[in-house]
């Protein structure tokens, strides 16, 4: 068996995995079936099993111990604030009727939400009342 073609293939392999499944280990498949690959490709190059494993040994040691908090640091996603969180404070129009049991619409920045009273209100508000959003419930505006 020629290990330098078990790692230049596991490695490939690993990375397409971490592609097929969407990033499920962060990216780390990625660069460690690199390392692999890497590993493998010099060993061909040099006829030297024992040196492909030496190079893939160090590219993922060094990767775990420095390159994954440098890679976990630019990868990682801001947390952006959705259309729902962007609404909280803001006025809006009635729309359709809201009344206690009965939800209704309203208009706020543009976009028409399902909306429901606030607790404690328990007059309807009616279309062209101006409102002030609350909180959420799902995706169910509370207005008052």
Not at 98 to 119: C, F, M, N, T, Y
């Amino acid at each position: 068996m020629n290990w330098n073609w078990v790692l230049l293939i596991g490695g490939a392999c690993m990375v397409l995995v971490e592609v097929a499944l969407g990033g499920f280990a962060g990216f780390d498949m990625v660069l460690v079936g690199s390392a692999f690959m890497i590993g493998g490709a010099v060993g061909l190059w040099f006829h030297n099993a024992n040196l492909a494993s030496i190079v893939a040994a160090v590219l993922c040691l060094a990767y775990l111990g420095v390159g994954r908090r440098w890679v976990r640091r630019r990868i990682v996603s801001k947390h952006m604030p959705s259309n729902a969180d962007a609404v909280l404070g803001q006025s809006g129009i009635v729309t359709a009727r809201i009344a206690e049991h009965q939800p209704g619409r309203v208009k706020v920045k543009g976009e028409e939400w399902l909306a429901s009273p606030a607790d404690g209100l328990k007059e309807p508000l009616e279309p062209g009342t101006v409102v002030v959003v609350e909180s959420l419930e799902g995706v169910t505006l509370k207005v008052r």
